[in-house]
């Protein structure tokens, strides 16, 4: 089966910055678009960046300019660099990833990992 397995969370001060990475692995034909989405306490969950096979981006208006989204194709990785962090940015991550398995297409998520920006 396929799983995305999530790191770099943690504890940082506003102004700061963390780098979060997810491996995807598993029986894997093709990852087509990955991305990072997150949800505050009491809140839905909101796309925060996504990034397609060719390497086209989109971010939500409050990250533009202070996060970056990349990935490596031969590693099924996607990464999020997150600069310049808000209290607001307080949320858990989760990674998702639209990936083509030896026995079908679907859409997976990671476990979530949690980023606390402190004031």
């Known amino acids: 089966q396929v799983q995305l397995v999530e790191s770099g969370g943690g504890l940082v001060q506003a102004g700061g910055f963390l780098r979060l990475s997810c491996a995807a692995s598993?029986?894997?034909?093709?990852?087509?678009?990955m991305g990072w989405y997150r949800q505050a306490p009491g809140k839905q969950r909101e796309m925060v960046a996504t990034?397609?096979?060719?390497?086209?981006?989109t971010y939500a208006d409050s990250v533009k300019g202070r996060f970056t989204i990349s990935r490596d194709n031969a590693k099924n990785t996607v990464y999020l660099q997150m600069n310049s962090l808000k209290p607001e940015d307080t949320a858990v991550y989760y990674c998702?990833?639209?990936?083509?398995?030896?026995?079908?297409?679907?859409?997976?998520w990671g476990q979530g990992t949690q980023v606390t920006v402190s004031s």
């Open positions: 990034i397609t096979s060719g390497g086209s981006t």
């Open positions: 598993g029986r894997i034909v093709r990852t087509n678009a």
């Open positions: 998702n990833a639209d990936i083509q398995s030896y026995y079908r297409r679907s859409d997976y």
